[in-house]
């Protein structure tokens, strides 16, 4: 049986229950299909969510939101084999309403936002996989699935089906597809005793810690994290495929290594593995995002290479649900689809236009395998007393330690400028 709606949102993710909260509240019938048995049951992320997007849908989101704990501290750690360089920040506001990050699990927050379309009035549909798209002439108007006599028929489809879109490629969106745009996510859920946790990283109640890691993946391009649950810690390596396939390490021996490092071991002493997950993360960033649309049709999140690593900032969940918000307000519009959709993501876009040349100067050789290295000598040094020899000072440090990562001044004034303009 064939059935008619006013909009298909494929994938129950947070772009996708975002697109279909604002789609039903407006009165529209929408059909959310997920092809687990449950909304985030087949997703895998790091473990911090930035859920300030959703002030505009879900005032005070955060009173029943199902969140472990805010994150309250922040830190920068660049690593060696043996050395570690951290940068801490601590804010108790972020402990308080309206919050900043927040650590969760997936199947909790997903099925949490999936309910709130719900109670909107959009149909969920699990357990169901849009196989393809159905078209009249030009425009999509439906998707086929893998339900028997399952075809669904609407003017709009937002396709938030994840990485490696089924339906954007065969709408041929994705006409600059590459391997280099891609990252290998991979994470051990650790246990550990609520109070073990809560001492080891200096928190106390609902505060967490967020620890992005530079370095610390052997010779494969990446980076590490390491983030506080209330009994649990998510701790993984983000890869750069790439590199990953070049070499014969596999990545739970990149973890392994990890979790041997001495500025790490410490941390996680004593915890139970709980989990073992792995994904694929688009990180390429502004210049390898698809076309977002096509007649009928519009692509949001992780389908939309909608994710940022840029260094500082990495976030995936909150651009997430701001495209899939911009989406089903296009989809409303009236308008060119194409056109409204562009202005309604407004600074998801402006951030990756901004900060567009990041994520590859991140992953690039020279930040991976040299600048650690430098940072950490140059700290090691500038922090070690030699008396009785007169202090060389931190110019001098520079430039030696410059010298023997065989890094010139044109390398770093390059890195220098390319960081300036992206985050200035």
Known sequence: MTVSCDAI???????????????ARAGKRVVLVERGPFPGSKNMYGGVIYARVLDTVLPHWWEDAPIQRW???????????????SVDVRADDWGKPPYNGATAFRPDFDQW???????????????????????????????TTDRPDGDLLAPIVIACDGVNSFLAKQAGLYDNWSSDNFTLGVKETLSLPRHVIEERFGVRGNHGVDIEILGGTSCVPGGGFLYTNLDTLALGVVLKLPALAKQSMRPEDIIARLKAHPAIAPLIEGADIKEYSAHVIPEGGYSAMPTLNAPGLLIAGDAAAMCLAAGIWLEG??????????????????????????????????????????????????????????????????????????KPGLRRIVRQEMKTAGVSMRDVAKDAWTALRGFS
Not at 71 to 85: D, G
Not at 116 to 133: I, N, Q, R
Not at 330 to 348: I, K, P, Q, T
């Open 9 to 23: 949102v494929v994938g129950a993710g947070p772009a996708g229950s975002c697109a279909a909260l604002v789609l």
């Open 71 to 85: 994150v309250t501290r922040r830190t920068t750690m660049v690593l060696t084999e043996t050395q570690a360089v």
């Open 113 to 143: 936002l999936a309910n709130k379309a719900v109670a909107e009035g959009a149909t969920l549909v699990c357990s169901t996989t849009a196989t393809g798209l159905i078209r009249d002439g030009g425009k999509v108007v439906g998707v």
């Open 317 to 390: 969940v909150n651009f997430a649900m701001g495209s899939g918000l911009a989406a089903g307000r296009a989809a409303l519009s009236g308008g060119d689809l194409g056109s409204a959709y562009r202005h309604e993501l407004g600074w998801v876009l402006d951030d990756h236009k901004k900060l567009r040349h990041i994520p590859h100067l991140v992953l690039s050789d020279r930040v991976q395998h040299q600048m650690p290295g430098l940072v950490a000598n140059v700290a090691q040094r500038l922090f070690t007393v030699d008396n009785p020899s007169p």
